[in-house]
DNA sequence: AGCACA
């Protein structure tokens, strides 16, 4: 099983910066996943924040979870990636904290191009009920009606930035200055007060999602996106309150990375918890998958192992 | 100890 399974984030061309090929394969990913919106975001906001970068196609706002996840669809993975990094902890809103941090897809936001049912693609996590898009683009890229002058100050948006009007060179703003260090991330790393031994007997079979118990019901869901935010390969978290305990799951980029999670910080202290140290363990269920008992009994024993999407 | 989301 420890194949050396299909890349997940499909091989961009080295930021070498003008080797680039012209217009990306059509199977490269370049859709960006976003997270880290306040709850009453609207995807309007999302459109607005990224109807001025290069390449900017689509994008789309899911209410399904207790976050909000934004999917934005670029001309090319290289544009996708540009945004990608201008994105990540851009803090889009101050009085809720909320600072975004972006990933690639793993799939191809699919945009709808009228009403016509062509149902069977698959946008990335859930089926859409809720396909948006960008709304009525008939243009090749969307050009601003002008209402903006300029961009939003204190954000990423480079000086140079200008929606191109007539010739389209998706590239034109690649090799961007350092955009990251515009936007400070709020969400301070941080690093655990100790260490309690930990025992943990029942623990599941390894997967990239961690499972993170003995937490007391006054845990700060900020001090766990302070620790576990900067730990490699975070994907993303989700904090339950189950009466007077909390419980957390927290989703890596792939296994490795959950394992070393796992290891680094179990029995890790969390301050504002009043249970010594947490206890971290892998989840029964990875995020986002469901599990499958009786419906695939083809595929029974590998919880961390996705089912990588079938590219077709 | 407590395992959601799809």
Known sequence: MAGAGPPHYASWPPPAGHNLPPMGDMDEVRTIFVLGFPPDVKERELQNLLRWWPGYEASQMNFKGEQPMGFALFSSAAAAMAAKDALQNLVF???????????????????????????????????????????????????????????????????????????????????????????????????????????????????????????????????????????????QMKVLRQGRSTVCFIEFADVNSAIAVHNNLQGAIVTSSDRGGMRLQYSKNPFGRKKEFMNNHQDGGAPGVPTSGTNS
């Not at 948006?132 to 209402?147: E, K, L, Q």
């Not at 703003?173 to 515009?182: D, K």
């Open 93 to 235: 809103d101050h009085e809720t904290n909320s600072t975004l941090r972006a990933e690639m897809a793993k799939k191809n936001l699919y945009v709808k191009r009228g009403v016509t049912g062509m149902g069977t693609e698959t946008p990335p996590f859930d089926q859409s009920k809720r396909l948006r898009t960008a709304g009525d683009f008939s243009t090749s890229h969307y050009a601003p009606p002008g209402a903006f002058a300029a961009p939003p100050p204190n954000s990423w948006v480079p000086q140079s930035f200008m929606p191109p009007a007539g010739s389209y060179d998706p590239y034109a703003g690649y090799g961007l200055p350092p955009l990251q260090a515009v936007a400070q991330p709020i969400v301070a790393p941080v690093a655990p007060a100790g260490y309690v031994p930990m025992q943990n007997t029942k623990d599941n079979p390894p997967c990239n999602t961690l499972f993170v118990g003995n937490l007391g019901e006054s845990t700060s869901e900020a001090e766990l996106r302070g620790i576990f935010s900067g730990q490699p390969g975070f994907r």
